[in-house]
């Protein structure tokens, strides 16, 4: 197949400034044969709006009818493209020009057998952080997945629609790892050395629900032990001390912000009473 069509998968939630980032970067890409899924998590703000702004035939807008979350808008979105290969792409996130086109190009010349994903470099902003993360990774890493988590950021990754299986409705954090862990069990990765993807921090992420972190974390333990054990006792050991330490970072992460939160209620509770 000579020019594959890719889907580039948007779901979205009351965030129509970020939105026009996200879908701005996908209609920047120098590969032009493009299918653009939005599925709009039922926003009480006008998304259709701002998706209209484009005028570009290659983006789908579909809006569901009630709020169902990111893990069900992304599944509505996998079942309705029609790509070879699929990028997922969240609404606060960025993937720079080239992206596609040297993933694919990686995908044609890549000596890796059985090879389903082809993931990048990303760079990770915050207001206090700039960072790259190195996804250098190639072959089977299914082993290595199940020991760490190493493929940073999902809109990283251009994946083989043959190979991506939908999201566990039942996780409620951590559901970029376990497509992951899954993805590697069913096929092989490799990468291409360049910075093609952004990461921006913004507020009600998942990754600050540490209520979510913890749900997650202990679903994930549960789903994989008898993975862990299939590579013998060392390793499960390992991942049972890595979940703990994981379920007692997130459990004082919750503590401590539960804190803050107090104690600013507490000043803006006093300086009221003293202005009375």
Excluded at 104 to 124: I, T
Excluded at 246 to 254: A, D, I, K, S
């Amino acid at each position: 197949m000579i020019n594959p069509l890719v889907s580039i998968i948007i779901p979205t939630y009351n965030r129509p400034t970020y939105l026009q980032r996200a879908i701005g970067s996908t209609l920047n890409q120098t590969y032009k044969n493009l299918e653009i899924i939005i599925i709009d998590d039922f926003s009480t703000q006008d998304i259709s709006a701002v998706v209209n702004e484009f005028q570009d035939n290659r983006i789908k807008y579909f809006k569901n009818s009630t709020n169902r979350g990111s893990v069900f808008s992304r599944n509505r979105g996998l079942s309705i493209c029609s790509g070879d290969y699929v990028n997922f792409l969240d609404d606060d996130d960025e993937i720079l020009p080239q992206k596609v086109e040297f993933q694919l190009a990686k995908f044609k010349v890549s000596n890796v057998e059985n090879l389903g994903v082809v993931s990048c470099d990303m760079e990770y902003r915050r207001k206090d952080i700039n960072m790259l993360k190195k996804n250098h990774l190639k072959g089977n890493i299914y082993k290595k997945l199940l020991r760490q988590y190493c493929i940073y950021g999902i809109h990283s990754m251009l994946i083989k629609k043959e190979f991506t299986p939908k999201f566990d409705i039942n996780l409620k954090s951590s559901q970029e790892y376990d497509l992951s862990i899954r993805l590697a069990r069913r096929c092989n990765f490799d990468y291409v050395p360049k910075r093609l993807a952004i990461t921006h921090t913004s507020e009600n992420q998942i990754s600050f629900n540490y209520k979510k972190k913890i749900h997650g974390t202990k679903y994930l333990f549960k789903k994989y032990r008898s993975e862990f054990l299939r590579f013998g006792a060392k390793f499960y050991v390992y991942n049972w001390f890595r979940f703990r330490y994981l379920l007692l970072r997130y459990f004082v992460l919750l503590k401590l912000s539960v804190r803050h939160v107090n104690e600013l209620i507490y000043t803006i509770h006093n300086k009221l009473v003293k202005n009375l």
